[in-house]
């Protein structure tokens, strides 16, 4: 699966961003996708997971309440919407495609290229 992952930008604490990802390939409706981030010096961070129909999705604790995975899989496309922006949400945000539920990224197969998200205090 190949992945394109857009909505990045600036937007103040407080504010809202919505991410996209964009797959191509037949395999996409039988993936988990994954969103992950990465703010500069430190690992990547796993954020959420969502199953192949849409109908299964963790978050992780920092984000839970904030942040909400969903995809459509007649537009190939998964999404992050982003509420309540923190300065330390400042990262690179990836899309990821992968066989199984993970919060681990050795588990994703694919990623998409990032979109960066700064939010400003």
């Known amino acids: 699966v190949q992945l394109q992952a857009s909505g990045g930008g600036l937007v103040q604490a407080g504010g809202s961003l919505s991410l996209s990802c964009l797959a191509s390939?037949?395999?996409?409706?039988?993936?988990?996708m994954g969103w992950f981030r990465q703010a500069p010096g430190k690992e990547r961070e796993f954020l959420a997971y969502?199953?192949?129909?849409?109908?299964?999705?963790a978050h992780a604790n920092s984000v839970k309440g904030r942040f909400t995975i969903s995809r459509d899989n007649a537009k190939n496309a998964v999404y992050l919407q982003m509420n309540s922006l923190k300065p330390e949400d400042t990262a690179v945000y990836y899309c990821a495609a992968g066989p199984r539920f993970s919060t681990a990224a050795m588990a994703y197969s694919d990623w998409g290229q990032g979109t960066l998200v700064t939010v400003s205090s």
């Open positions: 390939g037949r395999t996409f409706s039988s993936a988990v």
């Open positions: 969502i199953n192949q129909s849409g109908g299964i999705t």
